[in-house]
């Protein structure tokens, strides 16, 4: 089973933390929630108390084969200023594994010093912030280049986990849990089964 990192800072966006750890768990990819302090308690950028799965300082980062990188403010700063998150974005865009970063995270990348050649896009409000990027696209949702995946924003949460899906699990895996979501919203809405 494929494994994904996904890093909590204090201030992270709720939506763009949540809904890819739901999307990429319905495609069966086992996804930590970790904490970059010795606390599991990590408070979101508007106020909601998340319990990481774990911390850190106490995995071994080899073992993913992918890491996601929530924005929001100020947990973007967080990330972009913290010495081992930079390390593994660069190990792991080395080794060719997926890296994934939305809204106002891609500084974190540009910090990292991975997306001088690539495209990426952002939150509309970090274009000015990114210095040394090959390609910032303003207009697109989602955009893949290689194995950096970026998205533009909470709203794009969706997309760039079914890119992320799709990247490691195939088209099929992608559709099964599209699918899925439909179903728990027919179920949820009029509960009944389709």
Request: with cysteine; proline share 3%; aromatic share 6%.
């Amino acid at each position: 089973m494929k494994k994904i990192l996904l890093l909590l800072a204090e201030g992270f966006e709720e939506i763009e933390a949540l809904t890819p750890v739901d999307y990429l768990r319905l495609a069966d990819l086992d996804v930590d929630m970790d904490s970059l302090t010795d606390d599991l308690s990590v408070t979101g950028a508007h106020g909601i108390v998340v319990s990481a799965d774990t911390t850190l300082d106490s995995i071994d980062p080899t073992a993913y084969d992918g890491v996601y990188l929530p924005g929001g403010m100020p947990g973007s700063l967080n990330l972009r200023d913290d010495a081992r998150v930079l390390s593994i974005v660069r190990d792991f865009v080395d080794a060719g594994k997926a890296v994934s970063a939305i809204c106002a995270a891609p500084i974190v990348l540009e910090k990292a010093g991975v997306i001088a050649d690539k495209r990426v896009t952002g939150y509309p409000g970090t274009v000015d912030k990114l210095e040394k990027v090959g390609t910032y696209d303003a207009e697109a949702i989602v955009v893949q280049d290689e194995n950096i995946f970026t998205g533009r924003g909470a709203a794009a949460a969706v997309y760039l986990s079914f890119a992320l899906i799709t990247a490691l699990c195939g088209e099929e895996t992608t559709e099964r849990v599209k699918q899925g979501i439909q179903q728990q919203a027919v179920e949820s809405l009029y509960g009944f089964s389709s």
